[in-house]
């Protein structure tokens, strides 16, 4: 299910006539307060998908047209004499075999189409001014209704990182939260593998049946059947850089509040948590060395305000209790899929102990356990690393980051 297949038609129409939303330019300074009604009947789902994927029509515009001309149909009927009036001629809304197209594609993985004012779709996400129109979900769309709490960070987390990530995320689950992410490398799947057992949700830029990095399809496919994977996008697209920044305002969106671990100063991390503060979420951010460029991102957020995380206390006073509903998934227990120390090793080592290590000092044994290597090969790796003068080694088993 969750390998990349070839982009069906719906893909490539979105990819070639969507590079922008003009559109939805002139309704940005006057957004419309509309919720549509819910999709009456699959026709009409049928009609909203084409809306949506009609050359440059956004949500503003998905929205405007929905609030003036009433329905779906009549909204594609005005479509092309609303793009003539913004200086487009020969206007062409989506051909309905596209849209019948990524239907099929839908039905072929499994994935169910919900739209805004439908009953199931997240309340907190419909608050935004530019909630998607349409979602493609994959798993245990319930766990929307629940309480979440976003994990994001840098894709090069260090060890320590790392650690926080498992113990946040571990830690919201059993209290309650819905742990949302992006499906990254890095803080994103570890905060995914650590709440995989109370409720994940995975937001993807592409489609929700395209794996990406492709590194994360096991993981992918876990939360397809525990959790929920959510696209806006058509199935079959590849995502592309445009595409992540409107990926990371539904990761904020879906959330009570944003977390970021780990971050750079120009890391996309700091794009969600702009987008939480937008949308009027908590934002919060867990403090790094002030050496440790990993960390310059988060250290900036805190300077500016946001919430500081030491532990899940400060995220539950932040936010508050979840009260406790029935609907909390039971714990399902995963036997995750972990580099043998061969594999390690031929993915060089030394590098991975770079990746992890910051300016704080961690100890060999920790180093041992979140890299799966062996102490023989660990302390190989040390040596080489330490005699190049890009680790040092200090009392007590502790290592840092030259």
Not at 75 to 83: G, I, K, Y
Not at 365 to 377: C, H, K, S
Request: proline share 7%.
């Amino acid at each position: 299910m969750w390998t990349a297949p070839d982009s069906p038609m719906a893909g490539q129409w979105a990819e070639t006539q969507q590079p922008t939303d003009w559109l939805d330019a002139a309704f940005h300074d006057a957004p419309v307060a509309y919720t549509p009604p819910p999709a009456q009947g699959d026709d009409d789902r049928l009609l909203r998908l084409r809306l949506i994927r009609s050359r440059r029509v956004g949500p503003a515009t998905y929205l405007r047209l929905l609030a003036e001309h009433g329905t779906a149909a009549a909204a594609l009927d005005a479509l092309p004499e609303v793009a003539a009036a913004a200086g487009v001629q020969k206007y062409e809304v989506c051909p309905e075999p596209v849209v019948l197209a990524e239907l099929r594609a839908a039905a072929r993985v499994g994935a169910r189409m919900i739209c805004l004012g439908d009953a199931d779709y997240p309340e907190t996400l419909a608050q935004i001014t530019d909630a998607p129109p349409v979602l493609w979900a994959i798993g245990r769309t319930s766990l929307m209704a629940r309480p979440c709490v976003a994990l994001v960070g840098t894709r090069n987390a260090s060890s320590l990182g790392a650690r926080m990530t498992r113990k946040l995320a571990a830690t919201l689950g059993e209290a309650g939260f819905t742990v949302v992410s992006g499906l990254a490398r890095g803080i994103d799947a570890i905060a995914h593998k650590s709440s995989l057992e109370t409720g994940t949700i995975a937001v993807v830029a592409g489609g929700v049946d395209v794996v990406y990095p492709t590194e994360n399809a096991e993981l992918a496919a876990q939360i397809s059947e525990t959790g929920l994977c959510l696209s806006e996008q058509p199935l079959g697209l590849q995502p592309q850089a445009r595409h992540f920044p409107r990926r990371n305002r539904i990761v904020s969106g879906l959330a009570q509040g944003v977390i970021v671990v780990e971050a750079a100063a120009r890391s996309g991390s700091l794009i969600t948590a702009r987008c939480a503060a937008d949308q009027g979420r908590e934002v919060m951010a867990v403090p790094g060395h002030p050496l440790d460029s990993r960390a310059s991102g988060a250290n900036i957020l805190l300077r500016d305000g946001a919430t500081l995380v030491r532990g899940v206390d400060d995220v539950i006073e932040a936010l508050g209790r979840p009260a406790q509903s029935g609907d909390a998934p039971s714990a399902v227990v995963h036997e995750l899929q972990r580099p043998t120390p061969a594999a390690a090793k031929d993915g060089g080592l030394e590098g991975r102990i770079l990746a992890h290590l910051g300016p704080t000092p961690v100890a060999e044994d920790q180093m041992i356990r979140d890299l799966n290597a062996t102490p023989r090969e660990m302390a190989q790796a040390l040596a080489v690393l330490e005699m190049s003068g890009r680790v040092t080694r200090s009392a007590g088993g502790m290592v840092s980051a030259a």
